[in-house]
Nanobody, 123 residues
Framework: VQLQASGGGLVQPGGSLRLSCAAS????????MGWFRQDPGKGHEFVSA????????HYADSVKGRFTISRDNVKNKVYLQMNSLKPEDTSVYYC?????????????????WGQGTQVTVSS
């Protein structure tokens, strides 16, 4: 599975962004998907995940109620709608694919990673 993340950018606090991740290669619907973020010198921080069928989702406490993950298994895409953005959301965001049918918060469970897209929240 090859993953390509996009949609990052500069936004003011309180603003919104929608990240997209396009998948190609093996059957996208066979993978659960996750979004992580990473700051310089740190490991991947879990943000959100969605099961392979889209029926279950999970969020980090820091983004719960502000971010929404979704997927379209026809278009082979996963999305992260980010609302009410805060400066502490500034990071490089990565999409990742896991062979697990459920979801996982552990980066080690994800076999495939996109290239990352920068999100900067600043006035």
């Amino acid at each position: 599975v090859q993953l390509q993340a996009s949609g990052g950018g500069l936004v003011q606090p309180g603003g919104s962004l929608r990240l997209s991740c396009a998948a190609s290669g093996r059957s996208f619907s066979m993978y659960s998907m996750g979004w992580f973020r990473q700051d310089p010198g740190k490991g991947h921080e879990f943000v959100s995940a969605i099961s392979w069928g889209g029926s279950t989702t999970h969020y980090a406490d820091s983004v719960k109620g502000r971010f929404t993950i979704s997927r379209d298994n026809v278009k082979n895409k996963v999305y992260l709608q980010m609302n009410s953005l805060k400066p502490e959301d500034t990071s490089v965001y990565y999409c990742a694919a896991s062979p697990l049918t459920g979801w996982s918060i552990r980066a080690i469970d994800y076999d495939y990673w996109g290239q990352g897209t920068q999100v900067t929240v600043s006035s």
